[in-house]
């Protein structure tokens, strides 16, 4: 996994609980790194689990649960860092439609190495859409949490359900997203 992620996670583990905690947790968390990760460095996705997890017995918090908020955060960070792949999108059905074609594949552009996973979506109706997920990586909140935020950036209410159906070594899950009015 890209150094971003891991970065990103710090600062919002930094402001949810403090430098001095983020710096005790990294120093007792057996990592890959010892605990140093670079914005363009790559790491292990086992370390980003441990660190959730451990942030979770910290906080009293659910993996499940930091890992959602940690999709709206990078949410932000996207929309901070790379503004152009939002602006030309009508809506947040377009938007996520254009992940698997477009926004990932400028990514891997950016990030060679990139490990992402893959999308296929399917609209339901005029305000409705499925986008099934399916990666190595067992990251189902953390991509519930980006489809909320990107909800949430577009303004436009809808709900979000997911099944997860995720086996050992492999996360897939069925995301829909149906706009609350026509
Ligand atoms: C709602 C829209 C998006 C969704 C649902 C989404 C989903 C994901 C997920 C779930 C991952 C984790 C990797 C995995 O699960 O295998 C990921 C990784 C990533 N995504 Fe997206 N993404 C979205 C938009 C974006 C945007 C706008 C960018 C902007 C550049 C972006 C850049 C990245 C990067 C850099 C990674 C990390 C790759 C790595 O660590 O190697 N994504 N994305």
Redesign the pocket.
């Known amino acids: 996994?890209?150094g971003?992620?891991f970065v990103e996670l710090l600062k919002m583990a930094e402001n949810l609980l403090g430098e001095a905690v983020v710096d005790q947790v990294l120093d007792d968390t057996p990592l890959s790194t010892g605990g140093a990760f670079s914005a363009v460095g790559d790491y292990p996705c086992a370390d980003l689990v441990a660190l959730v997890g451990a942030f979770s017995r910290v906080t009293g918090l659910p993996g499940e649960e930091l890992q959602r908020r940690f999709g709206h955060w990078m949410?932000n960070t996207?929309k901070t860092?790379?503004p152009a792949?939002f602006e030309d999108k009508p809506d947040v059905l377009a938007?996520?439609e254009a992940?698997e074609g477009e926004?990932?594949v400028?990514?891997r552009k950016?990030?060679p190495?990139?490990?992402?996973?893959t999308f296929a979506t399917e609209r339901l109706g005029p305000g409705e859409l499925r986008m099934d997920?399916s990666?190595t990586?067992p990251?189902v909140p953390?991509?519930a949490g980006?489809?909320e935020g990107?909800v949430d950036h577009f303004g436009r209410p809808a709900t979000i359900t997911t099944r997860d159906l995720s086996t050992p070594g492999q996360?897939r899950a069925e995301f829909t997203i149906r706009h609350d009015t026509p």
């Open positions: 996994m890209k971003i992620v949410m996207f860092y790379y792949f938007m996520l992940i926004v990932h400028e990514v950016i990030y190495g990139a490990e992402l996973p997920y990666s990586r990251l953390f991509c980006l489809i990107c996360a």
